[in-house]
């Protein structure tokens, strides 16, 4: 069963046209939450820390949510480089350092 | 320019060969970490670091042996005995086991002939 589920799975969008993305976590005592960006063939790529219910972080055009099941990657007006697979994981409390992550989201942005 | 360097970006291996891959940081991180990953996986951790001279197995440590003789550097080896071992390793660092952010390196991928 698995701990940390992202859907979709792949999402394309119109340049401009916002959306959402899903990370549904089940484990106990979450410790943190965290979404990454991955390129093709490239190391993924760090955009927030969230550790509590309600907390809310922003960066250019993502906004990253947290509820006590889940959290959302919110794009607004996406651009062509924001394509990319983002990723989410968690770390659970007590447990081992390691991240546990979902497998991920591949969004493409058409022009 | 401070960050996370792994080499070599490319590694084909034969059957019943070792190889080891490199991970070093020069961001004064006391944790490190191995992932791999696989098409259609989530990354899976390998092995973990939270200080020189010791070290932990992660969810898939079979196959592989790592060591942490200096801050800096953290070392895979990919052993024979690992029976699928063709994917995209990655290694990550935080400042220490408290802070939870990881950051990742480029990655090496590793291919089987």
């Known amino acids: 069963e698995d701990q940390v589920t992202q859907s979709p799975e792949a999402l394309r969008l119109q340049e401009g046209e916002s959306s959402s993305l899903n990370c549904s976590y089940t484990?106990?005592?979450?410790?943190?939450l965290f979404w990454y960006r991955q390129d093709p063939g490239k190391g993924p790529e760090f955009l927030f820390t969230l550790y509590s219910a309600g907390e809310e972080k922003e960066k250019e055009r993502l906004k990253a949510t947290l509820t006590k099941k889940e959290s959302f990657l919110h794009i607004t007006a996406p651009k062509p480089e924001d394509s990319a697979t983002y990723l989410c994981?968690?770390?659970?409390?007590?447990?081992?350092?390691?991240?546990?992550f979902g497998k991920g989201t591949h969004l493409i942005i058409q022009p | 320019d401070g960050g996370i360097t792994q080499s070599p970006k490319y590694l084909f291996r034969k059957e019943g060969q070792n190889v080891t891959l490199s991970c070093e940081q020069n961001l004064n991180h006391d944790a490190m970490y191995w992932y791999r990953q696989d098409p259609g996986q989530g990354l899976r951790l390998i092995y973990y670091s939270q200080i020189v001279n010791d070290f932990q197995k992660g969810d898939i440590a079979e196959g592989y042996s790592v060591s942490r003789e200096k801050k800096e550097s953290f070392p895979l080896t990919v052993t024979s005995a690992q029976k699928n071992p063709t994917a995209f390793y990655l290694c990550a660092s935080s400042a220490d086991r408290r802070t939870d952010t990881q950051y990742f390196g480029p990655g090496t991928r590793l291919t089987v002939l």
């Open positions: 484990v106990s005592g979450l410790r943190g």
């Open positions: 994981a968690v770390r659970e409390g007590g447990g081992a350092d390691g991240l546990t």
